[in-house]
T-cell receptor, first 114, second 115 residues
Framework: AQSVTQLDSQVPVFEEAPVELRCNYSSSVSVYLFWYVQYPNQGLQLLLKYLSGSTLVKGINGFEAEFNKSQTSFHLRKPSVHISDTAEYFCAVTPSKGAQKLVFGQGTRLTINP | SAVISQKPSRDICQRGTSLTIQCQVDSQVTMMFWYRQQPGQSLTLIATANQGSEATYESGFVIDKFPISRPNLTFSTLTVSNMSPEDSSIYLC????????????FGPGTRLTVT
């Protein structure tokens, strides 16, 4: 089975500051990794994903994430945030083989202050 | 990609009643999923619904409480039966589109309040 831990439930940052949202996972098999964003009163939108290849993946809205297999981490970063980035961010994993079932972390609420 | 709509967007229901949530996709998909997001919590998978077969439920979820239909490749329903206040959640459907690299696309969710 897989599990995902998002180390920060809330992250407040000032506008134009850099941000890192941390995600660690546990799995006995190889996995694919995802970051989703949920804006208030909306469904989830995919930010980026790691399937294979380069460990640094770039997504939408200027976000990127780095897969670190030895540390079983997949941290999300953005060099300069905007007010519009205020949202809930979810890290998720699914086994790379077999049933494709997403397991989500608890979420990190990113609040951008002016 | 896929565009997903859900009906209703929100509802307030009395305990002991049932609500059926509809999920419509703009393209044919094999795999559809139903999730629950309890207030302030993350998403938990309820079941996987493939067309032409019975839904597969996750641990802690049973067919009598959450019956699912999947009559074709673009539509599914989830019924929340005999509701209690603990069923108050956002219910989301998602789909996996073949060829998109295992990513799932989510509907806007149905916000259910049980009084």
């Amino acid at each position: 089975a897989q599990s995902v831990t998002q180390l920060d439930s809330q992250v407040p940052v000032f506008e134009e500051a850099p941000v890192e949202l941390r995600c660690n996972y546990s799995s006995s098999v190889s996995v694919y990794l995802f970051w989703y964003v949920q804006y208030p009163n909306q469904g989830l939108q995919l930010l980026l994903k790691y399937l294979s290849g380069s460990t640094l993946v770039k997504g939408i809205n200027g976000f990127e994430a780095e897969f670190n297999k030895s540390q079983t981490s997949f941290h999300l970063r953005k060099p300069s945030v905007h007010i519009s980035d205020t949202a809930e961010y979810f890290c998720a994993v699914t086994p790379s083989k077999g049933a494709q079932k997403l397991v989500f972390g608890q979420g990190t609420r990113l609040t951008i202050n002016p | 990609s896929a565009v997903i709509s859900q009906k209703p967007s929100r509802d307030i229901c009395q305990r002991g009643t049932s609500l059926t949530i509809q999920c419509q996709v703009d393209s044919q998909v094999t795999m559809m999923f139903w999730y629950r997001q309890q207030p302030g919590q993350s998403l938990t998978l309820i079941a996987t619904a493939n067309q032409g077969s019975e839904a597969t439920y996750e641990s802690g979820f049973v067919i009598d409480k959450f019956p699912i239909s999947r009559p074709n490749l673009t539509f599914s329903t989830l019924t929340v039966s005999n509701m209690s206040p603990e069923d108050s959640s956002i219910y989301l459907c998602s789909v996996e589109v073949t060829g998109t690299g295992y990513e799932q696309y989510f509907g806007p969710g149905t916000r259910l309040t049980v009084t």
